[in-house]
């Protein structure tokens, strides 16, 4: 695992070249911290930082082909790397290391940019081609790995913004559309990210710069093509799948250990219970109905693996909140950043790579939002019923009972409604016309909810399949956007690599055929997969409900102590660029007193506020933990 970035700029000479690239190499040095390498001439200026998990004395980036003619740097793992590589060896390329890295750079010689449907793994990586100055970079299919770009004179790159920071070229600009889809989505929801000018390279994509334009492509895209396999076929092939995945992800090197996150519910279980670490890690908070961390001891207890855990409370978070949206890039206020982010450091103490869950909600139809809010059997057998009804149908009876209160409604509503009506991910924070009420004049302007979320719909080849819909917007928006965004930067933070085996092109190609019937239905979200997951584990892990380190934002709010903290931030002068400052307070108030249940709308206020303090008022330096 490691961090990229990197610049073309051919009005620079390589010697002014060499002291900015170190500086924006020296910012994501936390991505890498093992070691570093750089390519400059007068042209292009290339490097990386390393966190060396495989061929770990000789691997070092960046690394060249035969005749010095291409170089690489990449970010990521490719767990079929070493079948590649004996193929390639027998087309007649020379390798020089045994790295993952140089077999992308000999597969895009031998097969061009069809190397990308080879590879197996995650991965966002550059080559360079001297002879014809041209750069080819991609993203992996998921987008498990960021890639970042802008063009400002030079034409900048990186696995980080803050990387571009440090380029006397760049300028930092807030791009004021962001905000608005931000209150809602709960995270960076557009393309441009919040600095104006700099994109996010989408998932399944690659592109192709020279001379000064940007060629971008898609070579990946996940096609749901459901079968008519029974339950049992359909649950052996998970299995065999997901184990298999498993061990592929677990190659390493001898010296590097691997560990693995674990929390209450099925997917980190199901993953631990196959992978059986040597030690597992899990946190938990010091208040709040649930603690995950007993659940989690009582299951390594049945696995026979260590656990490790650390209990959280709100003067950890609170201090260290300003450096975890330094280490985001951009604000997002989902509750679990901070977990993930203390989680991260416990594990990073023992090891080096972990793996994780991320991915399972997605492929298998674990959320709750895709339609399963009651426990009651009545409801449900009802609410499967009437999806078999024409969509004309279903849309005409969800029409009816949308603006209606009665136990059930909302799960009837969800299972039947179309999904464009309602769904535009697993969170909703301020509804748009909320974000227009608190939203001062010059933050108005932004793209609309449908104008994010349509062509993304439209694209759904069966349109009759409302989960269908649901779980491919996932996959493109909400996933990339903020679940694995999230998990790379929290975990990079700690100079630990993530590896997620669930979400894996094998394991999707199983995904892509189960029945719809086996995603969600009246006994279980993610039901198929439920039932792979029994195999491994006690019925009181797969059957669970999703919680995912749930964090006591609510309890927090209402002690004077955080309150405070809060109220302070949205009472400063700043912060009338942005909001309307009194329906802010009042709102934080409100919920203080106990007359609204606002938290989710305040966390993402405060998310953003903190962000841009970090960013903009303190010049993105990074912030130090705060005396709380």
């Not at 997901?242 to 997917?267: M, P």
């Not at 049945?302 to 890039?329: C, P, R, V, W």
């Not at 964090?551 to 931030?569: A, F, G, Q």
Request: net charge negative.
């Amino acid at each position: 695992m490691c961090g990229i970035t990197g610049f073309i700029n051919d009005s620079m000479g390589a010697d002014e070249k060499r002291p900015i690239l170190t500086k924006m190499m020296d910012a994501i040095k936390h991505r890498g911290p093992d070691s570093g390498g750089q390519v400059v001439d007068e042209n292009v200026a290339i490097g990386m930082r390393r966190l060396s998990i495989i061929d770990v004395h000789e691997g070092k980036q960046p690394i060249f082909n035969e005749d010095k003619s291409k170089v690489i740097t990449f970010n990521g793992e490719i767990y079929n790397f070493q079948e590649l590589r004996e193929a390639l060896v027998a087309a007649g390329h020379k390798f020089t290391t045994h790295t993952d890295t140089e077999v992308i750079l000999h597969g895009y010689e031998e097969y061009g940019t069809d190397i990308l449907k080879k590879l197996r793994g995650m991965f966002a990586f550059v080559i360079y081609d001297f002879k014809t100055k041209e750069l080819f970079g991609a993203r992996d299919p998921f987008g498990i790995k960021p890639f970042y770009y802008t063009q400002m004179g030079a034409f900048m790159y990186g696995s980080e913004i803050k990387s571009f920071l440090r380029h006397p070229g760049f300028k930092k600009e807030l791009n004021k559309q962001a905000l608005k889809p931000f209150m809602t989505f709960q995270y960076s929801a557009l393309n441009e990210t919040f600095f104006k000018g700099v994109y996010k390279l989408k998932e399944g994509h690659y592109f192709i710069y020279r001379d000064g334009t940007m060629d971008i492509h898609q070579y990946f895209d996940y096609k749901a093509q459901p079968s008519n396999e029974s339950l049992g076929e359909i649950t052996d092939e998970i299995d065999n799948a997901v184990v298999e995945s498993v061990k592929a992800h677990s190659i390493t090197d001898k010296e590097v250990k691997t560990g693995a996150f674990l929390s209450s519910g099925v997917d980190s279980s199901y993953v631990a219970s196959v992978l059986k670490p040597h030690t597992t890690y899990s946190v938990g908070f010091d208040r709040g109905k649930v603690n995950e961390i007993n659940d989690a001891e009582d299951l390594a207890k049945e696995l026979g693996t260590n656990m490790k855990s650390e209990t959280i409370d709100a003067n950890d978070a609170f201090s260290h909140f300003a450096q975890i949206q330094y280490f985001l890039d951009e604000p997002d206020s989902n509750f679990s950043c901070i977990p993930l982010f203390f989680l991260s450091k416990l594990a990073a103490k023992d090891v080096k790579v972990v793996m994780s869950g991320e991915g399972a909600d997605e492929l298998f139809g674990g959320y709750q939002a895709y339609g399963f809010w009651t426990k009651s059997r009545m409801i449900r057998l009802i609410a499967e019923a009437l999806k078999k009804l024409p969509r004309k149908t279903r849309k005409k009876i969800a029409d009816s009972i949308r603006n209606k209160n009665f136990h059930g409604k909302a799960h009837l509503y969800t299972s039947i409604a179309p999904a464009e009506d309602f769904f535009i991910g697993d969170s909703r924070v301020f509804e748009p016309e909320e974000a227009t009420e608190f939203l001062q004049d010059d933050y108005q302007d932004a793209p609309t909810i449908q104008q994010i979320i349509g062509p993304t719909y439209e694209k759904v080849e069966d349109q009759t399949a409302e989960i269908r819909k649901m779980q491919y917007l996932d996959l493109h928006h909400f996933m990339p956007g903020d679940i694995l965004l999230k998990a790379d930067k929290m975990t990079m933070a700690a100079s630990l690599e993530a590896r997620v085996p669930i979400l894996d092109v094998e394991v999707a190609k199983v995904s892509e055929k189960v029945p719809t019937k086996y995603m969600i239905n009246s006994k279980n979200t993610k039901y198929a997969f439920r039932q792979a997951a029994k195999r491994h584990l006690p019925k009181e892990w797969y059957n669970r409900e999703k919680l995912g380190f749930p964090t006591p934002i609510r309890d927090w709010l209402h002690e004077e102590k955080y309150y405070k903290i809060v109220r302070n931030e949205f009472a400063q002068d700043y912060v009338k660029e942005f909001f309307k400052q009194d329906k802010l307070l009042k709102m934080l108030d409100d919920y203080y007193d106990g007359k609204n249940d606002s938290r989710k709308q305040i966390w993402n206020v405060y998310t953003f506020l903190t962000w841009y303090k970090v960013y903009f008022i303190n010049d993105g330096e990074k912030p130090a933990v705060e005396e709380i």
